[in-house]
């Protein structure tokens, strides 16, 4: 079946610092991807999505790239903060009309 | 403000006492769906419904209904909870088909003894 994945489970780094979170996927026909976050006892939070016919888009402190050629997604968060503590997970479009999640990426800022 | 509603938050249950889990959207979006939520697993999906009397099932269906009588509403019914049931489960919407942006509810959180 389908998959994505996460490339590691935790992720520790110091406020101010930048963060960057891996994403696999197994389809070459997906052509939607989403960043979400999610703060423990609450649902998935939109970050910042991306479309196959672009390698990167940027938001406000949040950069996602797209590497079609391996099929791999990473979200890069700039100047990390205590409020980015949180659980990051990709989704991935497959044509069938649903997603595929990955596991999520457990993110530790160090005050 | 545009949310995705879901109730309850938490959920104690007994094996065969049938439940709904209700969800409720207010932003006139047409594709809605459930997702389970497992220690370790990605979100799965359990069924999905691109417009008002239109659902499908997603990945893990057995055991679960659900119905689209309206725009704005898609409840996950469990006729027959059974211990393995138990899981965070989480409603979304987007705004058309399944290729956009997906919004979640705050989850429901179910135990079923």
């Known amino acids: 079946g389908e998959s994505v994945g996460l490339h590691l489970p935790t992720l520790s780094v110091q406020e101010g610092d930048n963060s960057i979170i891996n994403c696999a996927y197994s389809?070459?026909?997906?052509?939607?991807f989403i960043w979400y976050k999610q703060e423990s006892g609450k649902g998935p939070q939109f970050i910042i999505d991306?479309?196959?016919?672009?390698d990167k888009r940027q938001g406000q402190r949040v950069t996602v790239l797209l590497n079609k050629t391996v099929k791999h997604l990473s979200l890069q968060i700039a100047a990390t903060q205590p409020g980015d503590s949180a659980v990051y997970f990709c989704?991935?479009?497959?044509?069938?009309?649903?997603?595929?999640f990955g596991t999520g990426t457990s993110l530790t800022v160090i005050p | 403000e545009a949310q995705v509603t879901q109730n309850p938050r938490y959920l104690i249950t007994v094996t065969g006492k049938k439940l709904t889990v209700t969800c409720s959207q207010n932003?006139?979006?047409?594709?809605m769906s459930w997702y389970r939520q497992d220690p370790g697993l990605g979100l799965r999906q359990i069924y999905y419904?691109?417009?008002?009397?239109?659902?499908d099932k997603g990945d893990v269906p057995e055991g679960y209904k659900v119905s689209r009588k309206e725009k704005r509403n898609f409840p996950l019914i469990l006729e027959s909870p059974s211990p393995n049931q138990t899981s965070l489960y989480f409603c979304?919407?987007?705004?058309?088909?399944?290729?956009?942006?997906?919004?979640f509810g705050s989850g429901t959180q179910l135990s079923v003894l």
């Open positions: 932003m006139n979006h047409e594709y």
């Open positions: 989704a991935a479009y497959f044509t069938g009309n649903q997603f595929y």
């Open positions: 389809n070459s026909a997906s052509d939607y």
């Open positions: 979304a919407s987007s705004l058309n088909r399944g290729n956009e942006k997906l919004f």
């Open positions: 419904s691109m417009n008002v009397e239109v659902t």
């Open positions: 991306i479309r196959s016919n672009m």
